[in-house]
């Protein structure tokens, strides 16, 4: 059974630092390619971040050198570390398989305070 649990998230400040945390478990982690994804206005979720099992990164052109995506596999843990947090960054974040989602978790809240 596919589980994904985030945390991390909360109120930041605008111009602050976030790291959110996916602990995964029902799936070949170690093989599977992970990404973070944010629910849009319209209620679907696009990829914010993604990480190769190469480790290396595919970032949105919005985040690109705020955010970085990583993952220890050892601890089937996905990571996303936001820095200089902008008001658009706010949201609801998932972490799933890249590209190939399988059942969502609950998600985590960012609140972006200007």
């Known amino acids: 059974q596919v589980q994904l649990v985030e945390s991390g998230g909360g109120l930041v400040q605008a111009g602050g630092s976030l790291r959110l945390s996916c602990v995964a478990s029902g799936f070949r982690f170690t093989y599977a390619e992970m990404a973070w994804y944010r629910q849009t206005p319209t209620g679907e979720r696009e990829m914010v971040a993604g990480?190769?099992?190469?480790?290396?990164?595919v970032l949105l052109d919005s985040v690109k050198g705020r955010f970085t995506i990583s993952r220890d596999v050892a601890k089937r843990t996905v990571y996303l570390q936001m820095n200089d947090v902008k008001p658009e960054d706010a949201g609801v974040y998932y972490c799933?398989?890249?590209?190939?989602?399988?059942?969502w978790g609950r998600g985590i809240q960012v609140i972006v305070s200007s």
């Open positions: 799933n398989i890249k590209d190939r989602p399988l059942s």
């Open positions: 990480v190769r099992t190469d480790e290396s990164q």
